[in-house]
């Protein structure tokens, strides 16, 4: 099941409450009945967007231009595998800001505010407030930032950032046109906010199928998340298992302990998928959860550099990596190998490097020093080094040659540089990390029984006891991590598995 925002789906905008999935589309009304006769828990959630404003009404002159990154980072690595131009941005972005003038017209239409008369009953996610609640929680700011971003590039629609609402559509035009360079502005579509149902997520496994109905999966943001990105790192872990499950895929991945698993889950180590799955069947959630860095307590090892690096061997274990994408991936991290050792082992004279110190404001050396030692030092860049490198004679060492492997892939070198930079600015702290990490996963390897009777484990709390019976962790690890499990309820559960693991599970 991935129904996003559609099931029992309401838009709401101004006094107006109709049945409709996003864009008006039909609404899916009978599942959620279905969902309640198999005994899920359900409950409601909101989430809104803003108007859409036609390109030619908007007088760009009098916005600021808000130009794309200018290194882009591709979000796939077969783009940087396969790619071997420049990317480019081909759109810009403008910025605009809210006044005391939207301000007033907002104040004033409050009480047509479906979210301020009680019409809206579903919680919304807290990071991306309506214009209408910025007013009101945050009545000290005396504008808002708006971003008037092409809704694409075969489109005159544009979407105003920042501006999600859903006061009546004539209350919105006139917000919208009292903001500078908006005022002609022609609302092509007015925004609105829209109720659904989603599940409670505690009710899944970390495979994402429903722990009291084998076969069932659930994804996205019918789980209680939101989000495009949030939702597709779901899908691909709910589809492979159930692929798994019905035995459309090779069950070949590796579990905890090595061994192969009909099961596939990421760890809270290894991917922000696994601390987003983690967090929801684990935690719950009473609101639309996004997914933050600072969820992660393993973030720097879960870097967007080393993506490929985590997850590409997984992928090609289940049959889902061709061979020759897995190929190019592992010339790339041999040659950051090679990279990195050589860094360690070349010694820099401080003729060959004091000139590029210098240039970059830092200390000149007096005796040889390794190039791993200089390149941990902030303002020197492995690029820094290679280039004074390149100058030494050709066989005593030109690190440019291990990168010249892949010379033809231009984005895969400068990723291949940055890697090898990374990994030895920052070796102390990963290092540091991954021996958390250790501890974290012998947590995890603990299997609890599947069925433990928790109501029967003497010295529980009563909270951990009820906590416990609901979610019915599948690790040690997962169990400490609900909330109101207590490290003192864990070591219960730990001496009681020890004691008599049997009669722990019936
Ligand atoms: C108005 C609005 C604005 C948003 N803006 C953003 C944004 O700016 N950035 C962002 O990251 N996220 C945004 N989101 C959230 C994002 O759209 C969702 O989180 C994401 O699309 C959810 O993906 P999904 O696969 O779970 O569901 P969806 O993408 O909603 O897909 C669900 C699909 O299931 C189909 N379906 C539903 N019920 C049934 C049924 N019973 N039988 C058969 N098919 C069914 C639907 O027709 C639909 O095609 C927005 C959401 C809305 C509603």
């Given at each position: 099941?991935?129904?996003?925002?559609?099931?029992?789906?309401?838009?709401?905008?101004?006094?107006?409450?109709?049945?409709?999935?996003?864009?008006?589309?039909?609404?899916?009304?009978?599942?959620?009945?279905?969902?309640?006769?198999?005994?899920?828990?359900?409950?409601?959630?909101?989430?809104?967007?803003?108007?859409?404003?036609?390109?030619?009404?908007?007088?760009?002159?009098?916005?600021?231009?808000?130009?794309?990154?200018?290194?882009?980072?591709?979000?796939?690595?077969?783009?940087?595998?396969?790619?071997?131009?420049?990317?480019?941005?081909?759109?810009?972005?403008?910025?605009?800001?809210?006044?005391?003038?939207?301000?007033?017209?907002?104040?004033?239409?409050?009480?047509?505010?479906?979210?301020?008369?009680?019409?809206?009953?579903?919680?919304?996610?807290?990071?991306?407030?309506?214009?209408?609640?910025?007013?009101?929680?945050?009545?000290?700011?005396?504008?808002?930032?708006?971003?008037?971003?092409?809704?694409?590039?075969?489109?005159?629609?544009?979407?105003?950032?920042?501006?999600?609402?859903?006061?009546?559509?004539?209350?919105?035009?006139?917000?919208?046109?009292?903001?500078?360079?908006?005022?002609?502005?022609?609302?092509?579509?007015?925004?609105?906010?829209?109720?659904?149902?989603?599940?409670?997520?505690?009710?899944?496994?970390?495979?994402?199928?429903?722990?009291?109905?084998?076969?069932?999966?659930?994804?996205?943001?019918?789980?209680?998340?939101?989000?495009?990105?949030?939702?597709?790192?779901?899908?691909?872990?709910?589809?492979?298992?159930?692929?798994?499950?019905?035995?459309?895929?090779?069950?070949?991945?590796?579990?905890?302990?090595?061994?192969?698993?009909?099961?596939?889950?990421?760890?809270?180590?290894?991917?922000?998928?696994?601390?987003?799955?983690?967090?929801?069947?684990?935690?719950?959630?009473?609101?639309?959860?996004?997914?933050?860095?600072?969820?992660?307590?393993?973030?720097?090892?879960?870097?967007?550099?080393?993506?490929?690096f985590r997850l590409t061997e997984k992928g090609y274990n289940l049959g889902l990596i061709s061979s020759e994408r897995k190929t190019k991936?592992?010339?790339?991290?041999?040659?950051?190998?090679?990279?990195?050792?050589?860094?360690?082992?070349?010694?820099?004279?401080?003729?060959?490097?004091?000139?590029?110190?210098?240039?970059?404001?830092?200390?000149?050396?007096?005796?040889?020093?390794?190039?791993?030692?200089?390149?941990?030092?902030?303002?020197?860049?492995?690029?820094?080094?290679?280039?004074?490198?390149?100058?030494?004679?050709?066989?005593?060492?030109?690190?440019?040659?291990?990168?010249?492997?892949?010379?033809?892939?231009?984005?895969?070198?400068?990723?291949?540089?940055?890697?090898?930079?990374?990994?030895?600015?920052?070796?102390?702290?990963?290092?540091?990390?991954?021996?958390?990490?250790?501890?974290?996963?012998?947590?995890?390897?603990?299997?609890?029984?599947?069925?433990?009777?928790?109501?029967?484990?003497?010295?529980?709390?009563?909270?951990?006891?009820?906590?416990?019976?609901?979610?019915?962790?599948?690790?040690?690890?997962?169990?400490?991590?609900?909330?109101?499990?207590?490290?003192?309820?864990?070591?219960?559960?730990?001496?009681?598995?020890?004691?008599?693991p049997k009669t722990a599970s019936q």
């Amino acid at each position: 099941m991935a129904t996003g925002t559609f099931l029992n789906a309401h838009i709401i905008v101004g006094l107006n409450k109709w049945g409709a999935g996003p864009d008006n589309l039909k609404p899916s009304t009978q599942l959620a009945g279905a969902l309640e006769t198999l005994g899920i828990e359900t409950t409601i959630f909101k989430t809104g967007t803003p108007a859409r404003i036609h390109r030619r009404s908007v007088d760009f002159a009098k916005l600021a231009v808000q130009n794309g990154d200018d290194e882009i980072v591709p979000m796939s690595f077969e783009t940087e595998y396969n790619y071997k131009g420049k990317l480019q941005n081909k759109v810009v972005c403008h910025i605009a800001y809210t006044n005391e003038r939207t301000h007033e017209i907002i104040r004033q239409n409050l009480d047509k505010s479906p979210l301020y008369n009680g019409m809206i009953e579903g919680v919304g996610p807290r990071y991306c407030p309506s214009i209408e609640d910025k007013i009101v929680r945050f009545a000290d700011k005396p504008r808002h930032q708006l971003f008037i971003e092409p809704m694409g590039m075969n489109t005159d629609e544009m979407y105003i950032q920042g501006f999600s609402s859903s006061m009546p559509s004539d209350v919105q035009t006139q917000m919208i046109r009292s903001i500078e360079g908006l005022e002609n502005a022609e609302v092509m579509r007015p925004g609105y906010a829209i109720e659904y149902v989603c599940v409670n997520p505690m009710q899944l496994k970390a495979t994402l199928e429903y722990k009291r109905h084998r076969g069932l999966f659930s994804c996205g943001q019918i789980n209680g998340t939101s989000g495009y990105e949030e939702a597709a790192a779901q899908g691909i872990i709910a589809g492979i298992n159930a692929a798994l499950y019905c035995g459309a895929l090779k069950g070949d991945a590796q579990n905890i302990d090595g061994a192969v698993a009909d099961e596939f889950i990421l760890r809270r180590d290894e991917a922000y998928i696994g601390v987003l799955i983690d967090d929801l069947i684990t935690k719950g959630t009473n609101e639309p959860y996004r997914m933050m860095t600072a969820r992660a307590e393993f973030r720097l090892l879960l870097r967007q550099d080393n993506a490929d690096f985590r997850l590409t061997e997984k992928g090609y274990n289940l049959g889902l990596i061709s061979s020759e994408r897995k190929t190019k991936f592992d010339e790339k991290w041999a040659v950051v190998k090679r990279g990195v050792d050589k860094m360690k082992r070349t010694t820099i004279a401080p003729r060959e490097i004091n000139n590029y110190l210098d240039s970059v404001g830092e200390m000149r050396i007096e005796n040889g020093v390794r190039a791993a030692e200089l390149l941990k030092r902030p303002k020197v860049s492995y690029h820094g080094i290679s280039e004074a490198l390149r100058r030494r004679d050709d066989d005593a060492a030109d690190s440019a040659s291990d990168v010249g492997n892949l010379e033809e892939y231009s984005n895969l070198k400068a990723a291949i540089e940055k890697e090898i930079e990374v990994l030895i600015k920052y070796e102390g702290y990963i290092s540091k990390q991954i021996s958390q990490v250790e501890q974290f996963k012998k947590l995890e390897a603990k299997k609890l029984p599947k069925r433990i009777d928790y109501s029967k484990l003497l010295g529980l709390r009563l909270e951990a006891r009820q906590k416990l019976q609901k979610v019915a962790p599948e690790t040690v690890g997962q169990a400490m991590r609900i909330s109101g499990v207590s490290p003192a309820d864990i070591a219960v559960l730990l001496a009681a598995m020890k004691v008599c693991p049997k009669t722990a599970s019936q």
